[in-house]
């Protein structure tokens, strides 16, 4: 592992346990040893991406990173466009809506507004969603560059429930499903008893760059609920892609 992954992958153990920790913690909880883990946090701490209480000796994460998101969207506003579709889409059909973009480590949720109900799907910020096992990843593969669907139906194609896809074909086959729709379905694939729907946000080159999603607890949903939320999915994807770029990022006008 290199320097900078090692670094970063600290930054991620700060970002998703409790807001601060100890370096013996971070040390074991990495798999590295103490003078290591001091220097990465040294080196952090002087970009600004974490700090170190003064009293407590404990480290948590810095304003840095906040600056560097600004940055990032200040370019590519992907989520300051995106949060108030999916606040629109989640009053709308008062279940868990999620917003994922896609990097080179995968389709990662960056947005979250949970159901008000007792009775709720809940996904954490920062998840990378398997692509096959997904409505997000289906609905992303539908509308992905080529290399990179070629590149996921290869496989391997891990099992995270008895509903997961496990076969090229059938994957293929739902893939072609969700293009020809405009949106996914995705029943108990990744977490049993949730169903969900998703749809592509689209590039302005025509590809997908990411994925909003409706995920619900699967007795709460009938067969009505799926079709009314795929359309609803599919309009706030249109609504984000057209923000973002325009009328012209729209499926089905450049395809893989």
Known sequence: MSTVAKAISLLEMLGSGAPEAALADLAKAAGFDKATTRRLLVSLIAQGLVDQDETTRLYRLGAGLTRLALMRDAQFPFLRVAVPVVEQLAAETGETVHLSEYSKRGLITVQVIESAKANRVSVRLGEVLPMHATASGIAFLAFAEERIREGIVAGPLPAFTRFTIGDVQTLADRIAAARARGHSTGS?????????????????????????????????????????????????????????????????????
Do not use: C, M
Not at 194 to 202: K, N, R
Not at 230 to 251: C, M, Q
């Open 188 to 256: 108990q694939g990744y977490e049993e008893g949730v169903l969900s729907v998703a749809a592509p946000i689209l590039g302005a080159d025509g590809f997908a760059i990411g994925t909003i999603a409706v995920a619900a607890p699967q007795v709460r949903i009938r067969k009505g609920d799926i079709e009314r939320h795929g359309a609803s999915v599919a309009a706030a994807a249109r609504d984000i892609t057209e923000r973002l770029f325009g009328p012209n990022g729209v499926p089905g006008r450049k395809r893989a």
